[in-house]
């Protein structure tokens, strides 16, 4: 068969707009909503999307006045939605700075088991001085030891998932022996940040270790993406940043030994769509028209590190920004977003009228038709493996994509009519890791 795109949803209450929560039509409380998320993945599943996904932070992430920020725990939320879907895999964020592997590693374990092999992490360092004093600290620690701290993170994780071989449980109700001790070990990590025992106390679940997904595109975050993930999520604005992108990563991936067809990259895409551009054209307008820009401005200032108050809404950005060096939250979005600030000579109000749409996604207004011409043009110029998509607004966006986009990828053969497979690996074409017990033992017992 053909190669086949992959699609992610990112969920996000209301939709990727931040004014979408003002239209006529949206639920304001959508964010706190079971019966809504539920809404949306069911769509989702139906059109046959690979996975739904939910951000997060351990944080109020914006002005609480802004738009809806209250945010359900995402692996929580997910169980739930396991319970209301089949097959659609559920990808759910979480930092390797604010927890610890032990618990991290057993949670996604445990929503692999309840959602029959369908659990996905979102790796995440977490970039922030305001999350790292929700957990005693001062400060947030250096990019580079966030980073650090990562790596050993999911060495411990995957190490736990791989602590019970996979034929360890028996249940033989004859002997009465329900798993067998010598298929289970303990991993006895000892690094400069963690210090774990194991094993963990789940058996190995149906893909051994959930989907690594991740999104850092600094050098760092990219070392981290080509040694660990297999779907990485991006935030490219243009076809040449997006296939520079690729074109890197991909390399980076058989660099560090592994195969590149296993590294999935899914760059945004925020599609605005309507039966005609016209038509497409007055939802951006109406939405733009919604931002409310002391709120915009207050969070652009944060992320490129100045005074709010030198941000004037009808001039360009001031020359004399902090380098990215100086930046030790999320680096390549600050260079994206002051790279495009340059390149388009846009005014501080334009600049955020274009980030209200995607914070530096590509943002796609059109017809069903141009939208998926664009998708299917990254795709076959090497710009991506498939999509994340950023409905500016939800539910409808989602309905205009899965009703309108998603049948015309499937006449043309880019995307699949029904599921073939029943995890999230099998989703993505990624293999199931092997369990690593079995060959420990016999190597010991050489
Ligand atoms: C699609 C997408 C989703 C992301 N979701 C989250 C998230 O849920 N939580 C978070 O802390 N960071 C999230 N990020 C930010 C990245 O993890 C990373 O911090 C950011 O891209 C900066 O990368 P860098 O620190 O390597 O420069 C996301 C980024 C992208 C592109």
Known sequence: MSRQLHLNLFLHDTGHHEASWRLPESDPHANLSLAAHQHLARVAEDAKFDSVFLADSPVLWSDPGRRPSGKLEPTLLLAALAAGTSRIGLIATASTSYNEPYNLARRFASLDHLSGGRAGWNIVTTAGADAARNFGLDDQPLHRTRYERADE?????????????????????????????????????????????????????????????????????????????????TAQPTLAESQAFYADLKRRAAAAGRDPDHVVILPGIVPVIGDTEAEARELDAELERLIAPQYAVATLAHTLRVDPERLALDEPLPDDLPPEEEIEGAKSRRTLIVDWARRDNLTVRQL????????????????????????????????????????AVLPSGLHAFAERVVPILQERGLFRADYEG???????????????VHSVLEGAAR
């Open 352 to 391: 955020i009228g274009r980030l209200g749409g995607g914070r530096g996604h590509r943002t796609f207004t059109g017809t069903p038709v141009q939208v998926a011409d664009t998708i299917q043009h990254y795709f076959s110029h090497g710009a991506a493996d498939g999509f994340n998509i950023m409905p």
């Open 153 to 233: 993170f999911l060495e411990v994780a995957t190490k736990l998932w791989d602590s019970w071989a996979d034929d360890a449980v028996v249940a033989d109700k004859e002997s009465g022996i329900h798993a067998r001790g010598d298929r289970v070990r303990t991993i006895d990590h000892r690094g400069a940040f963690f210090r774990v025992d194991g094993p963990l106390n789940l058996p190995r679940s149906p893909q051994a270790h959930p989907l690594l997904v991740q999104a850092g595109s600094s050098e760092d975050g990219k070392e981290f993406a080509a040694k660990w993930a297999e779907a990485v999520f």
């Open 422 to 436: 029943a995890t999230l690996r099998e989703h993505y074409g990624l293999p199931r890791p092997a369990s690593t």
